[in-house]
């Protein structure tokens, strides 16, 4: 096998879960927060701000706020932005272990990392609101108008981080080889259908 595939997912929608589950089935990496971890650790920033930048659209007041930070890195330019190095650094990771094989990697724009290579299957995942809304509700032990609020401003903050970075359509058709809705075959039925795909594309 040499397929690496990229995943990008509405929340709620069990993209994360599916991720885990196909990576298990095939016996290959995972990586989700892993990519923060890895890319901290290579590039001698604090994990912290990985996960402050995370999938975030740009936030000008945080920026200015921490972009102090840089200059205590060795290297950092005047023109590089704190956040910016946290996405090139996480941007760099992403092709690094693609490098490595075949992997799962959950959002962070790795299909536009990624684009140009032939060995690369992105997805979109996605399920009806109001579903996404009941499982999360569940999930956190949440009121439903508390649940719909997290769905919303989730989806909001990884479509302007996608869009902002790729110049892409965060969830739209062209911009992946194929989008899914997991609420037709549920999660299993959708690694199953995710596992067809990947053999046919290493016909």
């Not at 062209?174 to 809705?181: A, I, Q, R």
């Amino acid at each position: 096998m040499r397929t690496i595939i990229t995943i990008g997912r509405q929340f709620g929608s069990g993209g994360r879960e599916i991720g885990v589950r196909l990576a298990k089935k095939l016996e290959i990496p995972f990586y989700d927060k892993e990519l923060l971890r890895e890319a901290a650790e290579k590039s001698g920033l604090c994990e912290k701000l990985f996960d402050n930048f995370d999938e975030r659209p740009k936030s000008l007041l945080y920026s200015i706020a921490m972009d102090s930070y840089m200059f205590t890195l060795p290297g950092a330019g005047v023109s590089d932005s704190l956040e910016q190095q946290v996405y090139q650094a996480t941007f760099d990771t992403i092709k690094r272990v693609a490098g490595e094989g075949p992997c799962v990697i959950i959002g962070r724009c790795a299909d536009y990392a990624l684009a140009g290579r032939d060995n690369v299957l992105s997805l979109f995942i996605h399920a009806p609101l109001e579903r996404r809304i009941a499982a999360e509700a569940r999930r956190q032990n949440l009121d439903a108008d508390k649940a719909r609020q997290q769905v919303l401003r989730t989806d909001k903050r990884r479509a302007a981080y996608y869009e902002y970075y790729s110049a892409k359509k965060w969830g739209a058709v062209d911009s992946y080889n194929f989008c899914l809705d997991s609420s037709v075959f549920g999660q299993e039925g959708t690694v199953e259908l995710i596992e067809k795909l990947v053999q046919m594309k290493e016909r």
